[in-house]
């Protein structure tokens, strides 16, 4: 499995606009073949996000990154919200979740 986040600042005016924009998007992530799971991080550093998805493999990824359905979610991430986006892949060595 691997973790890719994408940090991306966003201006103090553009916050509200920005999150309700994530919130209220058609989502085609979820359609993805090895999508795994999504979060919005909001950090307590004024203006930071970090978009965090989970994949099966970087194959996975890769191929959702370079589809008509990724062009098709991102076509509102002009840059005029989000600014400074930097990308960075993380294999997962250890999971850990709670006992049931």
């Excluded at 005016?13 to 979820?30: A, D, L, P």
Aim: charged share 35%; no cysteine; proline share 1%.
């Amino acid at each position: 499995m691997i973790v890719v986040m994408n940090v991306v600042s966003v201006r103090d005016e553009n916050r509200e606009v920005f999150e309700e924009t994530f919130r209220g998007r058609e989502s085609h992530v979820r359609r993805a073949e090895g999508f795994v799971s999504f979060e919005l991080l909001r950090r307590d550093v004024e203006g930071e996000y970090i978009v965090l998805s989970r994949w099966e493999s970087e194959e996975t990824y890769k191929a959702w990154r370079d589809s008509d359905l990724f062009k098709k979610s991102h076509r509102h991430a002009n840059g005029e919200l989000a600014f400074n986006s930097r990308v960075r892949n993380y294999d997962v060595i250890d999971t850990r979740v709670p006992v049931s």
